[in-house]
């Protein structure tokens, strides 16, 4: 029986695709190594034939090992169009691939090209602005085993984006992308990173006139937070991982050894009171520790007023989990459904905000698809809807450059 599209997305994360040699991807986005590497795969957008949202992005592996042998092949071309096929059942999905847009080959006034500055990832703009997270310079290495921030940055992307680099690479993604969202990273540095990057914020929202997203190491100091949403922040993320603590240190040693899980969530319900309902996140991986963690995560995540950002496991090359086995469709499925139905219970305005889908994990309002079609679905469909009608004139003035 065919996939759903979330369920095909889902099985894309773990299994990959093929992409043989005769097919074509001329025009299409290339696959970019850029920030920690979760988006090393091919941007593709699944239509879902129903009426719970019209498209879902993937950024789909097809480098890493895993990927070799997916069931999963490309077919078809930028003529004829494209389709996924699943050597299985052959059973075809059409799909399409999003155009690299015409900003990418651009440089900025420091002649940097755009592309080394951010990237799309779905339909968001991503920016790595701070310098390497400093995890990876230490002797020994503390770097979180799953990322490649280390290898990327200044490699794929650019070291180092000044304010103007940033504030043209977003105005390009605005006015030819209809972007409405910039994601601004980095790793660990010390008590530094959230004031390092204010500037790039006042800028944005001065001068663009985007809504704002920051995702950096927690700091202890909570004003700092407080002064970010006085310039205009819309949303933190914070990147908790992994909730069982033995495997929290052995796969995230800087942050085990700096943090502490605590400081994570003690950070999340402090923003989570500074922003509207469902504003800040709390990102955790699926498919390495035991799966009953991971729904603990998202429990708790949900009962702060945050919503969880559930990456599924991706073993990236160069990583030093590489050679790690990918989780089962079936336990990520699970996972899924669960974070759909947390985010239900605690009346989280899932999918809100305008334009914003994000290719690189499962979104919240993704897994709707896969949802128990009970009243309390509807009735909080209904609520999702209502919201979305409401929040127009609220993201439109918080859109509003100066």
Known sequence: MPLNACELEIDLFCRGMRLPDDVSLAGARSVSRTRAGLGSGLEIAVPSRSMLKREIWVNVPVVERFARSSPYRLAGGPQ???????????????????AAPAWYSRQTSRDVPMHRIGVLQGTYLAIY???VCAFWNADPRLNCKFCTTGQNVGAAEAATKTISDVVETCWAAKQESDVTFVHLNGGFQGTHGLEFIKPYVKAIKESVGLLVGVQLAPERDFTKYDE?????????????????????????????RVHGQSLYFDAMAHCARLLPHGAVAGEIIAGIEPMARTLEAIDRIVALGAFPTVCVFRPTVGADMESWPTPSYE?????????????????????????????????????????????G?????????LARIAARPIFGRRMRAG
Do not use: Q
Not at 81 to 98: C, K, Q, S, W
């Open 80 to 98: 004829e169009g494209y389709a996924i096929v699943d050597d299985r059942d052959t059973t075809r999905y059409p799909v399409r691939l999003p």
């Open 377 to 385: 679905f509807y009735v909080y469909e209904a609520y999702r809807r």
């Open 331 to 375: 336990e990520i499925r699970t996972v899924m459904r669960h974070m759909y139905d947390a985010c239900r219970r605690h009346w989280l305005p899932i999918g809100v905000a305008p334009n914003i889908e994000v290719s690189l994990v499962v979104n919240p309002d993704d897994a709707a698809l896969l949802a128990k079609r009970t009243a």
């Open 228 to 256: 970010l949403v006085a310039l205009g922040v819309d949303h933190f993320s914070f990147c908790l991982e992994l909730l069982d603590p033995d495997w929290f240190a052995r796969v995230c040693p800087g942050k085990a």
């Open 129 to 131: 602005v701070n310098p």
